[in-house]
């Protein structure tokens, strides 16, 4: 079945930078658009960026744009999210999420992975 695994959450200062990894499994990669969310404590789900199958239309939220990088790698099923200039008010769980076909800005992604934790401390 389809798996979906995020990597590289932690604890980071304000003003730094982590990089989070989601490799994929079950499921022809190359097929699926790809997306990062994110849920703070108290607050919904919402996207963060997305890409679509070949990485070359990324879209990102107004509240990352132009501190965040998405990227993928198909040959070796990992999308990645490269954060930098972090603030408090990017701390919350971040979740990797697949969909086959079409990039979609919502939440219509069939597939999330577990989840892991970003903290951002001052």
């Known amino acids: 079945q389809v798996q979906l695994v995020e990597s590289g959450g932690g604890l980071v200062q304000a003003g730094g930078s982590l990089s989070l990894s989601c490799v994929g499994s079950g499921m022809p990669f190359r097929n699926y658009a790809l997306g990062w969310f994110r849920q703070a404590p108290g607050k919904e789900r919402e996207i963060v960026s997305a890409i679509n199958w070949d990485g070359s239309r990324p879209y990102y939220s107004d509240s990352v744009k132009g501190r965040f990088t998405i990227s993928r790698d198909n040959a070796k099923n990992t999308l990645y999210l490269q954060m930098s200039s972090l603030k408090r008010e990017d701390t919350a769980v971040y979740y990797c999420?697949?969909?086959?076909?079409?990039?979609?800005?919502?939440?219509?992604?069939?597939?999330w992975g577990p989840g892991t934790q970003v903290t951002v401390s001052s």
């Open positions: 999420a697949a969909r086959p076909g079409a990039m979609k800005i919502g939440r219509a992604y069939d597939y």
